[in-house]
């Protein structure tokens, strides 16, 4: 049978969520008319998510359950979940129901259209933090002005991709994965949709300060090579003031000035230089270590168990 919609959930500890996903799911998607599938990609969880996927497999065959040999991280779950999608529509979305399920509807309507990207644009965010918010806005409009790619503001990776979407973003395999960039990335027609972003359902945050910082970096690094070209800019400011400092320091020295001697100045000078350097060599050491991974050539994930086609 024909597949039309897929519903990729990436899943990491989250089993009193679960239920409530699939039948949320269940319910929106069964109001279409049309055949789809809900495919549960386990990260590695380890508490009894992987237990409560396979009872819903077992139950109803339209659930597919991918099953992850360890935690691979929420970008490389998702992009399991794109490789083995059916439909002719990919819908994605977090298991820990802050983006709702009834959402859904709003980008098929816009994707029979015939809009390709569809993407949740969040105009309210319920439950977070002040500095929560104040961060995640930051990191949008910092990403949405320094990469090559305008990536659109305030969305998340909740958004409807077209199979020709998926067709194309299948084949890009960088491990260091950013996929609202990717999805930005490829083109075609894309159109937002407003949604009031809930609360979770249950359980705790599975992207803390560390991994948000670290989606960052591969948004920044990924699409972009304005650190590269900081790494620059510090240097010809360093050599700029070193220039301008050379006749100043020397008319100083002539004219008998106490200003400039002793050791204090020139371990601020070197103190400084060593900083910048220090800085542009952590730079170029990411974008080293991003070609380093790709060279190994490794998978992006490995499956335990899988449903077969």
Known sequence: MSITFSIVAPV?????????????VRETMDSTGEPWELILVDDG????????????AAQDARVRPIIFARNFGHQIAVTAGLDYARGQAVV???????????????LIARWREGYEVVYA?????????????????????VIYRITDVKIPL??????????????????????????????????????????????????????????MFRLALNAITGFSYFPLQVA????????????LAIPIVVALRMTGSQAFFGQAS???????????QLISLGILGEYIGRLYDEAKG???YIVREAPED
């Not at 969880?45 to 819903?56: H, K, N, Q, V, Y």
């Not at 644009?121 to 409009?141: D, I, P, Q």
């Not at 620059?232 to 220039?243: E, H, P």
């Open 12 to 24: 990491f500890n989250e089993q009193d969520n679960i239920p409530e996903l699939y039948r949320r």
């Open 45 to 56: 969880c380890m508490d009894g998510s992987t237990d409560r996927i396979r009872e819903l």
């Open 92 to 106: 994605i979305i977090d298991a820990d129901l802050q983006d709702p399920p009834e959402v859904t509807t709003d």
């Open 121 to 141: 644009v969040r105009a309210e965010r319920e439950g977070e933090t002040w500095f929560k918010k104040v961060t995640a806005s930051l990191f949008y409009r």
């Open 154 to 211: 305030d969305t998340g990776d909740f958004r409807l991709l077209d199979r020709k979407v998926v067709d194309v973003m299948k084949g890009m395999r960088e491990r260091h994965r950013f996929l609202r960039g990717m999805a930005a990335w490829v083109g075609f027609r894309q159109i937002g949709v407003e949604y009031k972003r809930g609360v979770r359902y249950s359980g705790v945050t599975k992207y803390p300060f560390k991994k």
């Open 232 to 243: 620059t800019y510090l240097g010809f400011i360093s050599a700029s003031v070193s220039i």
């Open 266 to 276: 020139t371990l601020i000078a070197v103190l400084f230089l060593g900083g910048v």
């Open 298 to 300: 490794r998978p992006l």
